[in-house]
């Protein structure tokens, strides 16, 4: 089952921050999120495995509550390259399955 | 290291025509996944696929589609008598294991007439 990305869409200007939550009715191994620029392939951010870790990476950071199957995409200062559609990917058992994403729009 | 890598990169078939894409996992992965993605639209996972097993196809039509990832060569998704509902970007992705980061290829265009 597609877990649920919200918002669907969301427009900064550059150096405001954005969150965008990843919610799934399935109890979680893990979750995944991913960058995907118009035209291209999406690309790997980051894993957040069952624990409830927060992981880093650059101004973007994400979180994982296991108990409410959620995870959140935290990006700060955003800058004009963070202009894409993000998506979580959700892991249990032997499934993969992806959000439906939510477009993020940096503006000068 | 190369990373995944697919081809073509953009396909012209006519209607009823076959369809074959291929994908070279990064090296070391034995785990293929492949996905459609329609014009502003997501990800629909379509089959999970380790070195010649299929392990989850429960998002390819039943019909026409079919995929294999073979002990030696790439993981080939073929479309059978395609009609112009296939029209998509087909991207590949591959990981060392399930749940392990996916990285993706850089896409085939297909484009039925």
């Known amino acids: 089952q597609q877990p649920v990305q919200s918002p669907q869409a969301v427009i900064l200007r550059e150096g405001e921050d954005a969150v965008i939550n990843c919610s799934s009715s399935?109890?979680?191994?893990?979750v995944h999120w991913y960058r995907q620029k118009h035209g291209e392939a999406p690309v790997f951010l980051m894993i957040?495995?069952?624990?409830?870790e927060q992981k880093g990476h650059e101004k973007i950071s994400a979180s994982f509550n296991e108990k409410k199957q959620q995870s959140s995409l935290y990006l700060t200062a955003s800058q004009l390259s963070y202009s894409g559609t993000y998506f979580c990917?959700?892991?249990?058992?032997?499934?993969?399955?992806f959000g439906p994403g939510t477009r993020l729009s940096v503006l000068p | 290291n190369a990373g995944v890598m697919q081809n073509p990169r953009h396909l012209v078939r006519r209607r009823g025509q076959e369809a074959r894409l291929r994908c070279s996992p990064m090296?070391?992965?034995?785990?293929v996944y492949w996905y459609r993605q329609l014009p502003e639209e997501g990800l629909k996972f379509m089959v999970y696929?380790?070195?010649?097993?299929?392990?989850?196809e429960s998002g390819m039509p039943k019909e026409r589609f079919s995929a294999e990832f073979p002990k030696e060569g790439p993981s080939i998704l073929r479309i059978q008598q395609v009609v112009r509902g296939d029209s998509a970007a087909y991207f590949c992705?591959?990981?060392?294991?399930?749940?392990?980061?996916?990285?993706f290829g850089p896409g085939t265009r297909l484009l039925v007439l």
């Open positions: 992705a591959s990981s060392p294991n399930l749940g392990w980061a996916q990285y």
């Open positions: 399935k109890a979680l191994y893990s």
């Open positions: 957040l495995l069952k624990g409830g």
């Open positions: 990917g959700t892991e249990s058992g032997q499934n993969f399955v």
């Open positions: 090296k070391g992965h034995s785990h």
């Open positions: 696929l380790q070195k010649e097993n299929i392990i989850d």
